[in-house]
Structure formats: structure tokens, C-alpha cells
């Protein structure tokens, strides 16, 4: 997998409270587990007791089962999209980092990690609205000592959006927060509006955080104007309410795309953030609703070009994946040469060879794999 690292309920009283999920456990007892896990995990890490024999054992213990519940597929949201399982792959890759993590002693990396798994809880949850998790009010509580920009991705994973878009408001606010974590913020916050709630209003609500903000970065507030527009526009759609066909997910996702690639093209990266996460999640439910349609390639061309472009998904590096599934579905199509193309532009601009070097064996290997699928 491609993945790569970024730069949770009481304290355990016995082994046997860990939650297991059995070959016929359901999915939601599977997704309350993993969110459980991290919810004490990474509260727990929080504290200066995580490098002590007792605790450490018992975090190297939940760290494994995290690996194991990550194994299963928490996505009744995503049922039927294919993609499913890239995100799961993801999901498993990175927590078997925060297992070795644990188990080396790296307890500040690990509590990065662990922050990235829960921010990668937004990839699944984009096509429908579940009730919260339980957790118990002392895990919350704990929760309130951890770093604003930890506690909201928690709160993200327990399905906690409002309170999640709250922390979010209140560090782009913060006029002493660091420019970079209010950016964070604001960027997390819409792709929680528009990814995951669907919501214009919950977008309004981020941009009108920034604009109102005083000493916000100059290029936030370029974004946040290009983000009104785009959200104007969204407002104006015409929808007669009946579920679009795959004609209509495609040929929206794709408007949108070259739309949020055009704007970001001018030099502002996140300024098409809005369309690129309408045009994935479009993309997710083309390939959830036609998982073999006609045009299932060009819904992982969408989100090849969404994940690599968007500041909030850009740091896991998975778009290759879409990109290399496209080629695949359509091998030597117009479509798969367009899928190559952006593999190829990916890859140069991961691996960055200086000048006369050439790429490292393997990725050139799979690169010429891709172009020759693609003529």
C-alpha cells in the first residue's frame, strides 16, 4: 500500500473488555471497536504515564487489536464501492505503524499516527449521516485535554461532526493559534461540511469563520473566496430529487474536477477544495451504485486527481492506487491514457528524481507497466 506517515469508553480494566469482532460480528460493532480503540489509545498517549511497563503493555495490547479490526470492513457507508477496499488497506498499513510504534517505545510518533487514522475516518464516511458512538462521559472528558486539532479528527471518528466542526471554528478563531494550524483547521472543517455532512450551510459556516477572523494567513482567505463561490454555485443546482444516473454522477464529477483543477491551477492549492470533495464524493457513489458500469474508470480517474489535489487527503499517498485501478478497468482507452498521464505526473512528483538521475527501479517498473496498458 502506499501509504505514509504524517510528519479513545474508561481505562481498560481487563484484557476481556477489549471489543472483539468475530467472523459474524456486524459492521457497526466492528466500527464501534476500531473507534473505541483509538478514543483510548490516543488519550492515553496524551498523558506522561504512556512509557510506564503497565501502561505500555497495555497499549502494545490494544495497538494489535487495532491492526485486527482494521482488517474488517467498517464501510456500510460504502458498501459496494470497490474502492472500499484501497481504504481499507490504508487503514490496516497504517495502524500496523502505530502497533510498531507502540511496541519500539515511540509513544510521540505513535500519538501522530494515531491522529491520522482517525483524520482518515473521512474517507468512508461521505454517503450517509449515523448516530454517534457511544463512548463514556469520562472518555470525553479525557478527550478535553487533548490538542485541538487531535481532539476534533476523534470526535470525526465517533461520528461527533458538530461538536468535530466546533473545535474546528474555534482554532481558525484563535488568532494566537500558528497560521499553519488555523489553515488546518479551516481545510479539515470543509471536508468535513462538504465530505461528510453534504452540507452548503456547514460550508458557509467554515468560511464565514475565516472571513470573520482577524490575522488569518492572506492565501486561508484567497481559499475561503473561492471556497463562497464554489459553495454559491452549489446552492443554485436544480435537483428534481431523484437519484442520478451514471451519466449524470459522471459527467458532475467530471465538470467538477476540471472546475477545482482550474482553480487551483492559479496558484492557490486548496481554492478548489470545495468542487474536488463534491466530485469524489460523486465518484464514491458512481462506483458504489455501478461498481461495473461503463464508466467506472473515469470515477477512479476523479478521485485519483481529488486525492492527490485536496491538502486534507494529499498526505496519504494512495491516489496512485485509483490511478493504476482506472488504466486497469480500461486499458488502452482515452481515458486510461488520461489515467496514466497523472499516474506518471504522481510519481515524478513523490519520488523527484534530480536532474539527469532516473526513477528508483520499481516505480519506474510500474510506470512502464501503466503507460503500455494505456496506448
Avoid at 220 to 228: H, N, P, V
Avoid at 241 to 252: H, I, V
Wanted: aromatic share 4%; glycine share 4%.
Amino acid at each position: 500500500m502506499f501509504a505514509r506517515p504524517l510528519h479513545l469508553a474508561a481505562l481498560v480494566l481487563a484484557t476481556a473488555t477489549i471489543i472483539t469482532v468475530h467472523a459474524n460480528g456486524s459492521q457497526r460493532k466492528a466500527g464501534t471497536g476500531l473507534a473505541w480503540l483509538l478514543a483510548d489509545m490516543l488519550t492515553t498517549l496524551s498523558t506522561d504515564q504512556a512509557n510506564s511497563p503497565r501502561v505500555k503493555h497495555r497499549l502494545e495490547d490494544e495497538a494489535r487489536e487495532l491492526v485486527v479490526l482494521s482488517r474488517h470492513d467498517h464501510g456500510e457507508r460504502m458498501a459496494g464501492d470497490p474502492t472500499a477496499r484501497t481504504m481499507m488497506d490504508l487503514l490496516e498499513s497504517e495502524s500496523r505503524e502505530v502497533e510498531f510504534a507502540v511496541r519500539e517505545g515511540r509513544m510521540p510518533y505513535a500519538r501522530r499516527l494515531l491522529v491520522n487514522v482517525s483524520r482518515s475516518c473521512v474517507a468512508c464516511h461521505t454517503s450517509a449521516q449515523d448516530e454517534p458512538l457511544y463512548v463514556t462521559p469520562q472518555l470525553l472528558r479525557r478527550a478535553e485535554g487533548l490538542r485541538p486539532l487531535e481532539r476534533a479528527p476523534l470526535l470525526q471518528a465517533l461520528r461527533r461532526y458538530d461538536e468535530a466542526a466546533s473545535v474546528y471554528a474555534s482554532v481558525v478563531r484563535d488568532e494566537g493559534a500558528p497560521p499553519r494550524e488555523r489553515s488546518r483547521a479551516a481545510e479539515e472543517g470543509l471536508a468535513l461540511a462538504v465530505r461528510v455532512q453534504r452540507s452548503a450551510p456547514a460550508a458557509r459556516a467554515v468560511i464565514q469563520a475565516v472571513m470573520e477572523s482577524h490575522g488569518t494567513a492572506a492565501s486561508l482567505r484567497e481559499s475561503a473566496a473561492s471556497w463562497s463561490r464554489a459553495v454559491e454555485a452549489w446552492e443554485a443546482e436544480a435537483s428534481d430529487g431523484a437519484r442520478p444516473t451514471e451519466a449524470q454522477l459522471a459527467d458532475n464529477a467530471q465538470r467538477l474536477v476540471a472546475e477545482g483543477m482550474a482553480v487551483t491551477n492559479e496558484g492557490n492549492p486548496g481554492a478548489g477544495a470545495v468542487q474536488l470533495h463534491r466530485a469524489a464524493n460523486m465518484a464514491h457513489e458512481q462506483l458504489a451504485r455501478f461498481p461495473q458500469g461503463a464508466r467506472a474508470a473515469e470515477a477512479s480517474y476523479v478521485l485519483g486527481v481529488a486525492w492527490r489535489e485536496l491538502p486534507t487527503l494529499s498526505e496519504w499517498f494512495v491516489h496512485p492506487a485509483f490511478l493504476d485501478r482506472c488504466v486497469r478497468m480500461a486499458p488502452h482507452t482515452p481515458v486510461a491514457k488520461d489515467c496514466a498521464r497523472e499516474y506518471e505526473v504522481s510519481m515524478t512528483e513523490e519520488f523527484r528524481p534530480a536532474a539527469g538521475e532516473a526513477l528508483p527501479r520499481e516505480v519506474a517498473h510500474r510506470l512502464s507497466v501503466i503507460q503500455a496498458l494505456s496506448r
